[in-house]
């Protein structure tokens, strides 16, 4: 392992990451801070519990899965798309850095902003005794692996990508929507039963499910299934991802 210069690459992209502190950091705070107002003190106030807690302690987390995916695909797809778009890609593929430094190099980056998003919300949270964590390992485990499931489909969509506007095809047509009937706002029971298939055939159902369990301790899906298919996407996805850099897609245009 070329430890050097994977630590130039991640110290690179967290040195463009702090210029815009306030994109990266500040506005996924205040989101998540709003959503506590509304959720806490205007719907909440209004309904008694869901699942067995208060309404806001429930949608909390997927509020805090959806920050969380934002800030990953945000971060892997916007580093190797003005990559390749300012040229300077071109040097890190003359390094002497394997494919799997490099895609290592950019989701740990990714990794490094979707914890401190989560634990900036987390924090937030706590002041308005509006969470806490069951299972420390397992929230650890979810934040971490989601941001890596959203940090390669960001370098997928990155290195896919000719314009700006194709950039967030999918956030627009498939982040937003699937992330809202994700199970953030809802449980399962709730649904009519001819309506749950929106939920189990969701990947984002698993992983709201996952971090709520680690931060409630209420479980919809049967054990071990949503680690198992999450593990399951991480493996397919860096396959995808270490091919592409393999054959050059997008990168020695």
Known sequence: MNWIGLFTI??????RMMRVPIQVFVA?????????????????GRIASIGGHRYLEFVLPGVLLMNIVNAAFLQSSSAIYFAR?????????????????????????????????ALGIM??????????????LGFLFWVVATSCIFGLLGIIIGL???????????????????????????????????????????PFFYFTNGLRGAMLGLDETPQ?????????LLAVLGGTVWRLYSKGYGLRE
């Not at 205040?30 to 509304?38: D, E, G, K, Q, T």
């Not at 040229?87 to 799997?100: A, D, M, Q």
């Not at 071990?224 to 399951?232: I, P, R, Y």
């Open 224 to 232: 071990g299934l949503g680690v198992g298919l999450t593990l399951v």
């Open 85 to 117: 778009f300012l040229h300077f890609i071109e040097e890190t593929l003359v390094s002497p850095l394997s494919y799997v430094e490099m895609i290592l190099g950019s989701l740990s980056t990714v990794v490094v902003r979707s914890v401190l998003t």
């Open 28 to 44: 996924p705070w205040i989101s998540a801070l709003l959503f506590i107002f509304i959720f806490g003190f205007v719907v909440g």
């Open 10 to 15: 991640v110290r690179r992209e967290i040195s």
């Open 160 to 202: 896919w990508a000719k314009s700006f506007e194709q950039l967030n095809v999918l956030t627009v047509f498939f982040i937003t929507p699937l992330s809202m009937v994700g199970g953030v706002f809802n449980t399962v029971a709730m649904l009519p039963p001819w309506l749950r298939f929106l939920d189990y055939a969701n």
């Open 123 to 136: 924090i937030i949270g706590l002041v308005f005794d509006a969470t806490h964590i069951v299972s420390i």
